[in-house]
């Protein structure tokens, strides 16, 4: 059994890998990010349960890739399943699996389950429900940084396992100035761990 309480086996078990990572999120990214909601999210052995994801659209002003590739967001344009790391504020960094090219979902929030450890070790708190309360958080709590950018999630050290469907409740997205109004955030209904309650 790992620290959370599910055997490492049950979390890598039916791991996402080659067509049906690229058949997972070659859709519209909406689709994606709700079906996302449940599914095991693990970074070297350490992770859980996706609780909040939010939607990108290249033709969506509030998204990176509104203006097309650059340096910084060339990983949003790349394939299906393709993860892109970027900083915010200078200091966190925030995790997004791309959908089709340019099209991506964030994840915002996630259900600690194995390697809570190391997650605690590193986020100086032993709260599990702020582990993983929001895009920064999840990644310090993982580990995640630009190192690990740019890279299809079916490598090393991602693995990411499909769920059941899940209860969604939608809202609109957090930190945005632009596009505000698009319900395109995405959590598990009545979960306790989320970056913040859905109005």
């Known amino acids: 059994m790992t620290d959370g309480g599910m055997t490492k086996d049950a979390i890598g078990a039916g791991a996402l ?117 929001g895009p920064g958080k999840l990644c310090q709590a993982l580990g995640i940084d630009i190192e690990i950018n740019d890279r299809l999630l079916d490598l090393p050290p991602y693995a990411l396992t499909p769920s059941t469907p899940v209860p969604i409740v939608a809202g609109k997205r957090i930190g945005i100035t632009r596009n505000a109004e698009a319900p395109w955030r995405f959590g598990i209904q009545g979960s306790r761990y989320l970056s913040k309650p859905f109005r």
């Open 17 to 133: 890998a080659g067509e049906g990572l690229r058949a997972f999120f070659e859709r519209d990214a909406i689709t994606v990010a709700r079906d996302l909601l449940g599914c095991h999210l693990t970074v070297d052995g350490a992770g859980g349960r996706i609780t909040e994801t939010e939607a990108y659209f290249p033709d969506d002003e509030a998204s990176h890739s509104f203006r097309g590739p650059t340096k910084r967001n060339g990983a949003m344009f790349g394939r299906p399943g393709n993860v892109y790391i970027y900083r915010i504020y200078g200091m966190y960094w925030c995790l997004n699996f791309v959908c089709h090219p340019g099209s991506a979902v964030l994840i915002r929030a996630l259900e600690p389950e194995t390697g809570i450890a190391a997650m605690m070790e590193r986020r100086g708190t032993d709260m599990l429900t702020a582990l993983c309360s």
